[in-house]
């Protein structure tokens, strides 16, 4: 009876996937072990130690910077996802089921790895905590986050108004009451019931993908690298636009320091 309830909610679904795919190895990003490697590129070291205790906008790197950081990011993931499908396609129709389901979390896992990257690049806290299980506040901005990659005005809006509540803050961190039982809420639930539905096809046209060897993982390789790609970079566009890239004491990329 589970079963089929979980079958016939496809926001439940999509919740499923998304705490599997969270637990994956490799999955979880450090921010700060990530900010400190791929800034450290571009900037001096003060500005990397303020970008990590703080925000990069907080620090005065320049949204040029961010961006050109933020799309190596996506060149990198996209490869990655891209020769992964590929290979899961191998094995061809005696295994098929399993091997959609795994492709399947294997691809959200790297979804949710490109937007923790671009989540820090763009002046998010760190989403995720020590612990092995994902709290209500993160799943949700996660899939608010992947709402925005597919296209969805609606998770566009929640996420813009995330991060309007979080550039009042002065700790930042995310709202949890917002997130889950406040006015984000439904947004949150809306998004992932939407996204349960097109994970369903995506599986379904996947499946067909790898029902020939070699062929098949000729063309889910491919699949995977036409729709990531765009994804990834429509929620760099969307985050790199928010408040939260512009604090009131940056102006210009540059740092204004209080008069005290």
Wanted: glycine share 6%; aromatic share 6%; net charge neutral.
């Amino acid at each position: 009876m589970a079963t089929n309830e979980m079958d016939e909610n496809p926001e439940s679904r999509f919740s499923l996937v998304l705490v599997a795919a969270a637990r994956l190895p490799g999955v979880r990003i450090n921010r700060d072990a990530y900010l400190r490697k791929e800034l450290g590129r571009h900037c001096s070291e003060d500005q990397v130690r303020r970008a990590i205790a703080e925000t990069p906008a907080a620090a005065g790197i320049p949204l040029e910077v961010l961006d050109k950081v933020a799309n190596s990011s996506i060149t990198y993931e996209t490869a990655k996802v891209s020769a992964l499908s590929a290979a899961a396609g191998i094995p061809g129709f005696v295994v098929l089921p399993l091997t959609v389901s795994a492709d399947l979390v294997q691809y959200f896992g790297h979804v949710l790895r490109i937007a923790q990257k671009l989540a820090y690049l763009y002046s998010w806290p760190d989403l995720f905590s020590d612990d092995d299980d994902l709290d209500d506040a993160t799943k949700g901005v996660l899939t608010l986050f992947v709402g925005v990659m597919f296209g969805l005005h609606s998770a566009n809006t929640a996420v813009g108004k995330v991060a309007e509540m979080m550039s009042k803050q002065v700790a930042k961190k995310l709202p949890q009451q917002a997130l889950t039982k406040g006015v984000i809420y439904p947004m949150v639930k809306k998004v992932a019931s939407y996204l349960g539905v097109q994970m369903t096809k995506q599986t379904f046209a996947r499946g067909v993908s790898k029902a020939i060897p070699v062929v098949g993982a000729l063309i889910s390789g491919g699949l995977t690298f036409a729709s990531y790609r765009p994804m990834a970079k429509k929620l760099k566009n969307h985050l790199a636009d928010l408040e939260l890239t512009k604090p009131a004491n940056v102006v210009d990329g540059e740092v204004i320091e209080d008069d005290e």
